[in-house]
């Protein structure tokens, strides 16, 4: 009788052993994950910042370039709108 209690608490300890090494796995994987959540969510900042980025960037090179453009056009204007008034409104046009 008292080796089947013996056996019994052997049983007892290896379920309980067995328990705690689940769990601990458990707590591992718990753990592991997070940490993967955490790089996860650190790099899926890091591509939507740089590619906030780099919209603005083109955003403001294209604003830049359409006002260049305007300019310019302005620009030529003036010089067309002069040459024309030199030629025909001061010189009589020839």
Same mark, same amino acid.
């Given at each position: 009788?008292?080796?089947? #209690? ?10 309980? *052993? ?8 458990? *707590? ?16 899926? #900042? ?5 590619? /906030? ?7 403001? /090179? #294209?604003? /830049? ?16 709108? /002069? ?12």
């Amino acid at each position: 009788m008292e080796n089947h #209690k013996m056996v019994e608490s052997v049983h007892v300890r290896e379920e309980e *052993d067995n328990d705690a090494a689940v769990q601990e796995e458990e *707590d591992e994987a718990d753990v592991g994950s997070s940490l993967t959540l955490e790089r996860v969510a650190a790099a899926k #900042k890091f591509i939507e910042d740089h590619y /906030r980025s780099q919209m603005k960037h083109i955003r403001e /090179r #294209k604003e /830049r370039c359409v006002c260049e453009i305007h300019a310019l056009s302005f620009l030529l204007f003036n010089v067309m709108l /002069r040459s024309f008034l030199f030629r025909y409104v001061l010189w009589g046009g020839s």
